[in-house]
């Protein structure tokens, strides 16, 4: 089900809210993801995990997809990526990618077992993942929901990352 994409963060908040106090519906709503996706404008990214933190209180664990992404960095190795490029030439990113993935997968499947998770900064893994990889590695595993904060906007069926600059289509989430 999608939400009017031109309703205000407070009324946004109102949604996830309710949807939270029932996550079995969402489950049912997202063939079987738990996931719920806020749209917000890009300038107020910040400001929307503030209210999370406000209107969630401790009922969510956060997750800093900067952070992840660059611990898993440091654990691959910069010098390890430069003899993977190399080595591989264009397609050297592949194993770090799936470290990636697997990381940001851990982090969530982790997390979600003790309460709903809220993953912000996803704007960082632009041009390295796609939200549906994520959404699919998890699907299965999720106890609680996670949020994503998305920074950009909803048109008809497609998500603006960056409110244009790439276009995307969730299938498996609900979209507020």
Do not use: C, W
Request: avoid cysteine; proline fraction near 3%; charge should be negative.
């Amino acid at each position: 089900m999608l939400s009017d994409p031109d309703i205000s963060l407070k009324e946004k908040m109102s949604i996830l809210e309710d949807l939270l106090k029932r996550p079995d519906e969402i489950k049912g709503r997202t063939e079987g993801s738990k996931v719920i996706i806020l749209t917000v404008p890009p300038a107020e990214e910040t400001n929307a995990v503030k209210d999370l933190k406000k209107a969630l209180y401790d009922q969510a664990a956060y997750l800093d997809s900067s952070e992840i992404l660059l611990k898993t960095l440091d654990e691959y190795g910069l010098e390890n990526l430069k003899e993977d490029k190399e080595f591989y030439g264009k397609d050297y990113k592949e194993s770090f990618l799936r470290m990636l993935l697997g990381s940001i997968t851990e982090e969530i499947v982790k997390k979600s077992s003790e309460k709903t998770v809220v993953i912000h900064r996803i704007g960082i893994l632009n041009g390295l993942l796609r939200l549906n990889q994520v959404i699919e590695s998890i699907t299965e595993n999720m106890k609680f929901p996670l949020i994503v904060v998305y920074p950009g906007k909803r048109k008809d069926e497609s998500l603006y990352f960056l409110n244009a600059r790439h276009v995307t289509s969730i299938y498996r989430a609900e979209i507020i």
